[in-house]
């Protein structure tokens, strides 16, 4: 590891990142600008947006098992093809068809990047995963909040052309781009660390590894999916939306940044089952509140929501490192797929939640208002069973970590009696 730089290959890796996040704020910014211009119901926008979760989940299931084979720098080098070829295709768009293959380029794109980033932040800092995981995805919701602010002063208050707001994609693009391509990489922790590729396939079979990637589905669901209608659902709500989404995302940024003395108290999945607590509640406050109020209620939710991603892909990296980079890329995967589903099913709850508020004599906002109110509490289900999943796994496996913290202990203090 002499020769390999790690700040500079983890800057490139968190402005990549920031990139993947940029587009899930511009679409989420522009849902009403392409209903408008295109003629597109929510349930159609939610079909045209849901190839940036199921593209992205493809990329990221093949993107695995090719880390080890053609190496994590090659896998960068299709994620920046894809981004440049989703940013181009959004730009000449004349139809729905041609926004839905611009969405599924930089789906695939994005999922290269956590498919590549997410092995190469666990190799390149071995003795703290989980931190280093959570600072890694700082810039996801980071990233949302530099989206989320271009799009409100380029769209609603500049009011300049969408296209414009699409374009300054390619200056993060070009800048990871660069950086990627003069910078050495190092193997994967599972090759140096001699774990064999059918370990790592056996390990992805385990009981406990699919009961992760079945809670991946659900908080993958409930983090992007919400943000991703978070605009539309408080349309009715007398806030602006696009704040409150940088507002959670910025918290979610904070909160990640300082995820260390968190991880240290918690564990991962202490705080997973806090995790689950704060989204339901979040949930359940936004479906109620109205006007500033939503900011508290926002709060609750971010509070929720910050650690659930990176905290699920640093409990299968500790507690089941030879599953190595498919062990993350299915959990990444579990989790964009997921939400691939629950981005159309949201817009179709929302759909027919307003046309039974307006059959029933109300108005066009307080359908808005109605519509939003009722699909936070469907999704507010999802965290409800987290909790009691992740209650149960704790209870059962209590004696394992602290033996596991007890090693590690014992790990670090033996590799500092030898420095």
């Known amino acids: 590891m002499n020769t390999i730089n790690r700040k500079q290959l983890f800057l490139a890796s968190r402005i990549a990142l920031i990139v993947t996040a940029m587009t899930f704020a511009f679409r989420a910014s522009l849902e009403g600008v392409w209903s408008t211009q295109f003629v597109l119901s929510k349930e159609q926008l939610g079909w045209i947006f849901s190839p940036a979760f199921w593209g992205f989940t493809l990329a990221m299931i093949f993107g695995g098992p090719l880390c080890d084979i053609i190496g994590m720098k090659r896998l960068l080098g299709f994620a920046f093809m894809g981004h440049v070829a989703g940013i181009v295709m959004y730009l000449i768009a004349k139809d729905a068809t041609m926004l839905f293959i611009g969405t599924v380029c930089i789906g695939v794109g994005n999922g290269m990047v956590e498919a590549a980033c997410n092995p190469l932040t666990v ?164 479906s109620i509140v109205s006007g500033p109020a939503a900011f508290a209620a926002a709060f609750v939710f971010a509070v929720g929501v910050c650690f659930f991603w990176p905290t699920m892909l640093g409990f299968v990296s500790e507690y089941l490192p030879d599953t190595g980079a498919l062990g993350l890329s299915i959990m990444g995967g579990a989790g964009m797929f997921s939400t691939s589903l629950i981005v159309p099913i949201m817009g179709h709850w929302y759909d027919n939640f307003h046309a039974n508020a307006i059959s029933s004599g109300a108005n066009a906002a307080a359908a808005d208002a109605i519509a939003g109110s009722n699909t936070f509490l469907k999704v507010a289900i999802m965290p409800a069973i987290l909790l009691v999943v992740f209650t149960i796994i704790y209870f059962s496996r209590k004696n394992f970590y602290k033996k596991h913290h007890d090693d590690k202990a014992a790990a670090k203090g033996a590799s500092e009696a030898i420095a």
């Open 123 to 286: 190799t390149l800092f071995p003795e703290n995963k989980t931190t280093m995981l959570n600072r890694f995805h700082v810039w996801f919701p980071g990233g949302i909040v530099i989206g989320g602010l271009l799009s409100y002063v380029m769209i609603e208050k500049m009011h300049l052309d969408w296209r414009i707001l699409i374009a300054s994609l390619f200056i993060p693009a070009i800048i990871y781009g660069y950086l990627f391509l003069k910078l050495k990489f190092p193997q994967t922790e599972r090759v140096t660390s001699g774990v064999s590729t059918k370990q790592m396939f056996s390990a992805c079979i385990k009981p406990l590894f699919i009961i992760m990637v079945i809670c991946m589905l659900m908080t993958g669901a409930t983090e992007l999916g919400t943000n991703t209608w978070i605009v539309a659902l408080l349309q009715g709500a007398n806030v602006s939306g696009i704040l409150i989404l940088v507002f959670i995302n910025g918290l979610m940024a904070l909160g990640r940044s300082f995820a260390g003395p968190v991880v240290h108290r918690l564990n991962p999945n202490g705080m997973l089952i806090f995790s689950s607590l704060f989204a339901g509640i979040g949930l359940i406050l936004l």
